[in-house]
């Protein structure tokens, strides 16, 4: 009977959703400040119907309740409680509810933390959340509930997908949802601002948090997904180049494109219609994901079962949102004033470059994930757009967005003089073409791409410690956006430290190994000690025994395991893994090769300072957390209306 209630409060939610979505917004045309007022305690009433929701279906995984089909198809009695948990998100059906309940979630917080903000400007923004969330509940009511019975129940499950039963399922997605979500709140900010026509530096500043908050999601999702990949799929990989992982990449991009543009808004009054344009592409895109992942067109470790109807609704929505707010984008943005002219070379155009820059890195990576899809759907053949095309198009695209981070920080608002600019640029420059001289010059495997990411690494670096020095030099206090921008900047530059290292350093080696058999990659030895069977709580497994020792010296026991879950017949790789700050000794176990004497295929990597892509992720997310931390995002915004 509780299942039943579950959906009901789902079905109540999409009514109080549609409530939300219409009266606040009319009591704005016809200044019903009594319609107004019902934005927030809708938005309070959704969130708390599809929580109860959400805690019917996980309290269906952790007590075993077979008797609702999705459960049956994404659990298993013998799986752990945190993997049955997951579980609850590991589907098709279940994701969308996440979804829909973090969409509630970042509802009332804007309801929450709105108390500054004019009624009518809260009723518009929660307004339009509310007509999102109406689209995803009919989605989910129609084509994906969660909650259909299976009569008479299964004795058991089908089990999760062994992929997913890691600890990486229980926060990834959450994280990466988080952050598809959160664009919605910058997709409605702006979209209020079109309807009000005021797109002023006081909408600007309000947006800035919520879309800062949502580029944190994102980052901490995309580089959980890729750590998660790198451990768990044995391919010693951290990025594939996924169409998947594409889609979120895409949005992550104009997601930052948008923070740059609204900070000049905020700042000079300037790029009001290129931010709005930004947060409606930025929310587009994430809904773009959506409609890749669940539409049933991709293949992919990450894409649900296909539906046709699923692809159908899903796109009907993504047009009917992008339609929408480009029409209304096309009537209200002419009007928006240009913020005053601006130099050529100045802040304001270095910042406008970089994120023109960023929407065509997007467009790149758009085209390569779109092209095949389109070319099979007109029955013009099978295309495989792989690591060459994105790595060719994306990496030069990148480089100028890189280089632009130092002059974009120390150019003057407004007018730049060329020489001023040249002074202060020439400490960076300098040390930058010594790193490139050395890598290229004096290093072993040193070439002209390595020598230039490191160069490009040291340049920001230098840059960023310059720009420190001379803020600090001046009076009056420093506020935490500053320390917040330069630290993602400095996580930048450690991420690209990590990818030209691991790119260019790296040893790969694949090896035939017996038993007491060595093999040795930058004077490191793994030696295969044994092999043994071992249980887990719902597989059994292979695990390897390799001892690692560095000039005489014994570092570390590894043990990679080939599993086979009881629910699947195809065996997983778990790879052993030693990490350093400098480097990580990566090693899989494959299967085992007939013979004369036991043996096993085993994959060796060397792989220097991979661990810096994730402490730079980590430094962003950091930064970002400072920036939304200034005071001023929390000042009265009466300009707003």
């Known amino acids: 009977m509780i299942v039943e209630i579950g959906h009901f409060a789902l079905i109540l939610a999409a009514c109080v959703a549609l409530i939300q979505g219409v009266l606040p917004l009319a009591g704005t045309v016809h200044d019903y400040q009594r319609w107004q007022a019902l934005a927030k305690p809708a938005a309070v009433v959704q969130f708390v119907l599809i ?22 198809e994404h659990s298993n009695s013998l799986l752990p409680s945190q993997y049955k948990l997951a579980s609850v998100w590991g589907g098709h059906e279940g994701s969308l509810l996440l979804w829909v309940l973090m969409l509630s979630g970042w509802t009332v917080a804007v309801a929450l933390f709105s108390q500054t903000l004019p009624l009518a400007m ?98 901490a999702g995309i580089a959980l997904g890729s750590w998660w990949a790198y451990y ?70 990450h894409a649900f079962a296909a539906d046709p109807r699923r692809g159908v609704f899903i796109l009907i929505f993504l047009a009917l949102v992008v339609g929408i707010s480009l029409t209304l984008f096309a009537w209200r943005a002419p009007k928006a004033t240009l913020g005053g002219k601006i130099g050529l070379i100045s802040r304001e155009s270095m910042l406008l470059t970089n994120s023109v820059l960023l929407v065509v890195a997007t467009g790149a990576v758009l085209l390569g994930t779109v092209y095949p899809l389109i070319v099979d759907a007109l029955n013009l053949g099978k295309l495989s757009v792989g690591a060459p095309y994105f790595n060719a198009v994306f990496v030069p695209l990148m480089v100028p967005v890189v280089f632009l981070m130092v002059p974009g920080g120390i150019a003057h608002w407004r007018e730049a003089r060329w020489k001023t600019l040249g002074l202060a ?83 790969e080696r694949d090896v035939r190994m017996g038993l007491n058999d060595t093999v040795r990659i930058e004077n490191y030895n793994f030696e295969l000690v044994g092999v043994s069977n071992v249980d887990g709580p719902n597989y059994k497994a292979l695990r390897g025994e390799i001892k690692v020792t560095k000039d005489n010296q014994f570092l570390e026991v590894l ?59 980590i430094l962003m997310v950091l930064g970002g957390l400072l920036a939304v931390s200034d005071r001023r995002y929390r000042k009265s915004a009466d300009s707003l209306s």
């Open 232 to 301: 768990e799929l044995g391919w010693g990989g951290w990025w594939f180049w996924d169409p998947v992982e594409n889609a979120s990449l895409m949005p992550w991009l104009f997601g930052t494109a948008l923070i740059h543009a609204l900070m000049v808004t905020d700042k000079r009054g300037g790029f009001k219609a290129w931010s709005v344009l930004l947060a409606i592409g930025a929310f587009s895109l994430s809904l773009l994901g959506t409609f890749l992942v669940r539409s049933g067109v991709l293949t992919s470790v």
């Open 122 to 219: 809260v009723a518009r923004v929660i307004g339009i959340l509310g007509w999102v969330s109406t689209g995803f509940l009919m989605f989910i009511l129609t084509t994906s509930s969660p909650f259909e019975r299976l009569l008479p129940a299964a004795a058991d499950g089908r089990d999760l997908n062994p992929l997913l039963q890691d600890p990486g399922l229980v926060i990834h997605p959450p994280m990466l949802y988080m952050g598809y979500v959160g664009f919605s709140v910058a997709f409605a900010f702006s979209l209020s601002a079109l309807l009000s026509g005021r797109m002023d530096a006081a909408w600007a500043r309000w947006s800035r948090p919520w879309t800062v908050v949502a580029w944190i999601f994102m980052t």
């Open 559 to 617: 043990h990679p395991e080939k599993r086979k879950y009881f629910s699947s017949a195809m065996p997983m790789t778990e790879a052993a893994i030693d990490s350093g700050l400098f480097r990580d000794l990566y090693v899989s176990l494959g299967e085992s090769i007939e013979g004369d004497k036991p043996q096993w295929s085993v994959r060796v990597f060397y792989k220097p300072f991979v661990s810096w892509l994730w402490y730079g992720a």
């Open 51 to 72: 929580a109860f929701s959400f805690g019917v279906l996980a309290h269906g995984a952790l007590t075993d309740d077979f008797s609702i089909k999705y459960i049956a």
């Open 425 to 507: 640029m020439r400490i960076p420059a300098l040390a930058a073409v010594l790193v490139a001289v050395f890598i290229w010059g004096f290093t072993e495997k040193g070439n002209w791409l390595s020598a230039m990411g490191m160069a490009l690494a040291t340049w920001v670096l230098v840059g960023l410690i310059l720009q420190i020095v001379d803020r600090v030099k001046k009076p009056g206090r420093i506020p935490p956006s500053f320390w917040g921008m330069h630290l993602a900047h400095l996580g930048i530059a450690v991420v690209v430290v990590g990818v030209t290292l691991v790119k260019g350093y790296e040893v």
